[in-house]
């Protein structure tokens, strides 16, 4: 493909060239995280600022890693995971945001996903729509043992009680009553919330399963504004029976497009709330700070990096040559 870069040596978009850039890549989707990721790298620097994509690179465990952001959706994602696959990265770790969909999944909580619903129209581009987009198992599994090493209770989506044959339904006691979110004796307890979901706040809870992406955000939070309504809301209720955990934008497209580059790909996500909540009238308040999230896809990275120098290391015990 033509460069249309002015600097043939660098990437058009993102302006990154061979030796910018490790192996290893977390992805935020706000340019203005990268900077507050790279701080948990060693010696970080600021390599690349072009359009969404901000770049920086340090180190971890001795090895290289970057932050680049993706802007928002898919198609910004699938054009830094392109170049970052020609200047040499082959492990992509998105770190971001979501909404939660299960009732059970509460503003603050983390959510790791294994695969993603292919709602946007990027990944349609690279593949059928039959073939599914998932994350890689080596980094799901590194993203699972970090979070558990730091306190998280990690669950899978089958063990939300709706799907564990519990009769009482999310939100019955709280039927009918008006909860404001913005006011209580504490700012983080909203009026008419149980005192048992602030208690529940203490215990900090992963959930593993399957992500919803889109492409309209305003199309997932006012659908009955669409004209095209009648899909996006029976969508939607097909998406929260299957146990979808969360809703975001990103993460099909960077599990089909790693698919295509035979990369890994995985994702960690905070949910800042849960609109479902808000419709059963529950506890709901917004949360905006990433950094478990981001604490714990560095230290799966971490550990990416040490599981692959002893794979490496085992493979020249026995003669082989990786690369």
């Known amino acids: 493909m033509k460069n249309y870069s002015k600097n043939a040596s660098k990437q058009y978009h993102t302006q990154l060239g061979r030796g910018d850039v490790g192996r290893y890549v977390l992805l935020p989707g706000d340019p203005k995280r990268c900077a507050k990721i790279a701080a948990y790298l060693d010696n970080a620097v600021l390599i690349a600022d072009s359009r969404e994509y ?35 990265a082959d492990t992509f770790l998105r770190v971001g945001t979501c909404g939660g969909m299960q009732p059970e999944v509460r503003s603050g909580d983390i959510v790791i996903a294994t695969g993603a619903v292919r709602m946007g129209g990027t990944t349609k581009e690279y593949v059928p729509i039959e073939y599914p987009a998932v994350a890689s198992y080596r980094i799901t599994n590194a993203l699972a043992d970090a979070a558990e090493d730091m306190g998280f209770v ?12 519990k009769k009482d339904k999310p939100g019955e006691k709280n039927k009918g009553k008006k909860i404001d979110n913005n006011k209580g004796n504490n700012e983080n307890m909203a009026v008419g919330a149980d005192s048992s979901e602030a208690e529940d706040e203490k215990v900090k809870v992963c959930h593993i399963g399957v992500v919803q992406c889109k492409d309209s955000f305003f199309g997932q939070h006012e659908p009955e504004e669409m004209p095209i309504c009648y899909e996006l809301e029976n969508k939607w209720r ?26 890994r790909a995985g994702t960690c996500l905070l949910v800042m709330a849960n609109q479902e909540r808000e419709k059963l009238g529950l506890y709901n308040p917004v949360v905006h700070d990433t950094d478990q999230a981001i604490r714990i896809a560095v230290e799966a990275i971490r550990r990416l990096i040490l599981a692959d120098r002893r794979e490496m290391e085992d493979l020249q015990k026995d003669g082989f040559d990786k690369t």
């Open 54 to 88: 901000v770049t920086y690179t340090g180190t971890l465990e001795g090895e290289k890693v970057s932050v680049t952001s993706t802007g928002i959706g898919g198609p910004s994602a699938a054009i830094a995971m392109e170049e970052l696959s020609l200047c040499g």
């Open 154 to 165: 990690c669950k899978e989506f089958h063990e939300c009680s709706a799907y564990v044959g």
């Open 238 to 263: 097909a998406w929260k029976r299957m146990g979808c955990l969360a809703s975001e934008m990103e993460s099909a497209t960077i599990f089909i497009v790693a698919a295509r580059l035979r990369a």
